[in-house]
């Protein structure tokens, strides 16, 4: 056959065998070459990237997902404990349980993994039934404050007052859920879509905000404050949260049952202080503390820790902070700690230290002295009083002896701003007189540099907390320029 017949049966529709045809017979073997190597090479590339038959690999057995099966398991145990009723149990018997659990599972299921894997496994399990799972590292990480979980990949920490994205993965949303759910559970609270926020406690006394859809539009989140161990008002110090001057006048101030309001914004270090300074509380006293979470870790024997509750389901069985303050009035406290003033209990807690409940401990939200005590004015209107506005102020300047302004600075740094003293009413107006603060010398790179130091104003109080026998003595309240001696430096500067 031809190469024209072998074209022509082909029935080559393109323009240039057409033209090949009506050329003659050289165009026609020509474009015949041309296109049997095309043809050529194609079925060599094709064969290249085929492999021969006897160079054909069988697909190897796909690797066990050690992640698949931890999540298998681990909704098959957590579903196992509820049947159980054990999810609010003790941490020992949970443990025995997830174990039994554990060791049943291994003994009667051909689980593909090796030794290694199957006692990562069984660690792992446990560390999820009893602990905080992935959050786990984090949480004994000792310069870690805050854990903030926004999502699976979305796990930020805060470290030395800088927010920074870990690599903590959780394996989905329901991974997160779950772990909110057993918070909750194991502090006898609940969690769903008909209520799905809430506050939490850990046995550390770490405290836990919780979200659930539809109020985070985005899945469940969870927000961890880290307290740890309580530092010590000397590790305070040492920190630069304050100075030796200043640690020692507020001990005098709450051994001599003055009544201290700390303020400051969220995460300034209000709690941290106001547990420092309780501290100085004699440990013969009687001490009643109210929080909306248990955080405060008291070292004095004899504490009684009030708690308030959420509503149920049905919207009963609320208790706030205002019908404990009223009911701890009739536990014969010495001391009343209010973890943070946020409604109309402020109204019973001025009135409770204005009528011989002195030394009183408590935290508000503010952005400065100032702002705090018009808080506390607001606040007593929620009560639901018809209160005259002066009768209010008289109240306040009455009963909150000295206001400490705590703030965390641009670089991260909480320190103590401002220690001041309310020494009455001027016309309608409190007044405040400075004893101490932080100046700011410079900035560096981020950094603040400054140091705390007195006003060199001698506060009122001084002659009162010496008639209850408090040795005060009056350098502490002089100024840097009249209290240098020779030998003696000048005040350190704070270059944290």
């Known amino acids: 056959m031809s190469a024209d017949d072998k074209i022509s049966r082909a029935g080559a529709p393109s ?10 017979p050289n165009a026609v073997r020509s474009l015949f070459r041309r296109s049997l190597n095309v043809d050529t090479s194609g079925r060599l590339r094709r064969e290249e990237r085929a492999p021969r038959p006897e160079e054909r690999v069988e697909p190897k057995k796909s690797e066990t997902d050690y992640v698949q099966v931890k999540a298998r398991l681990q909704e098959r145990l957590f579903e196992h404990l509820g049947e159980e009723g054990v999810l609010g149990a003790e941490d020992r ?9 554990v060791a049943t599972v291994m003994a009667g299921e051909s689980l593909p993994l090796n030794d290694g894997e199957s006692s990562r496994l069984a660690n792992e399990l446990v560390e999820e039934a009893l602990g905080l799972g992935p959050l786990s590292p984090l949480m004994n990480d000792p310069a870690v404050t805050d854990i903030l979980v926004n999502g699976p990949d979305e796990v930020f920490v805060e470290r030395f007052g800088r927010l920074e994205k870990t690599d903590v993965r959780f394996r989905d949303k329901e991974h997160i859920a779950r772990l909110i759910e057993r918070l909750a559970i194991r502090v006898g609270r609940r969690i769903d879509t008909s209520w799905p926020m809430a506050d939490l406690r850990m046995a550390d006394g770490s405290r836990v905000n919780a979200t659930l859809p539809p109020v985070s539009i985005d899945g469940p989140t969870i927000s961890i404050r880290r307290f740890g161990t309580p530092p010590a008002r000397q590790d305070l110090v040492e920190r630069k949260m304050l100075s030796e001057e200043m640690r020692t006048f507020l001990g005098h101030a709450v051994r001599a049952r003055k009544n201290v309001l700390i303020c400051g914004g969220t995460g300034s ?16 006293e009687r001490i009643v503390t109210i929080e909306d979470t248990a955080e405060l870790q008291l070292d004095q024997e004899h504490v009684v820790r009030l708690e308030t509750r959420p509503p149920n389901v049905e919207g009963r069985g609320e208790i706030r902070a205002r019908d404990l303050l009223v009911n701890c009035l009739r536990m014969r406290p010495t001391r009343i700690i209010v973890g943070e003033v946020r409604a109309g209990e402020s109204l ?24 705090a005590l018009s808080r506390l004015e607001t606040m007593v209107l929620m009560a639901g009083t018809e209160l005259p506005s002066r009768a209010i102020r008289e109240q306040i300047a009455a009963a909150i002896h000295i206001v400490v302004f705590v ?18 009413l001027e016309g309608q107006t409190p007044l405040l007189q400075e004893i101490y603060r932080f100046r700011t010398v410079d900035r560096d790179r981020g950094r603040v540099i400054g140091h705390h130091e007195p006003t060199g104003i001698v506060p009122h109080l001084a002659d009162e907390m010496r ?17 240098r001696v020779p030998g003696r430096s000048a005040p350190e500067v704070d270059r944290a």
């Not at 323009?15 to 003659?24: I, K, Q």
């Not at 018997?93 to 659990?101: C, D, G, K, P």
């Open 15 to 24: 323009r240039e065998a057409r033209e090949a045809l009506s050329s003659g």
């Open 348 to 371: 019973d807690m001025l009135q409770a230290m204005n009528t011989g409940h002195e030394g009183g401990l408590c935290t508000v939200h503010a952005n400065s002295p100032r702002d």
């Open 269 to 284: 270090g209000k709690s941290t202080l106001l547990g420092a300074l309780a501290e100085a509380i004699p440990g013969d």
């Open 93 to 101: 018997v949970i443990r025995e349980e997830t174990e039994r659990f």
């Open 407 to 424: 703030r965390r600075f641009e670089d991260g740094v909480r320190r103590v701003a401002s220690v001041s003293e309310i020494t009455g």
């Open 467 to 483: 008639a209850r026998g408090e040795e005060l003595p009056m350098s502490l309240f002089r100024a840097p320029e009249t209290n």
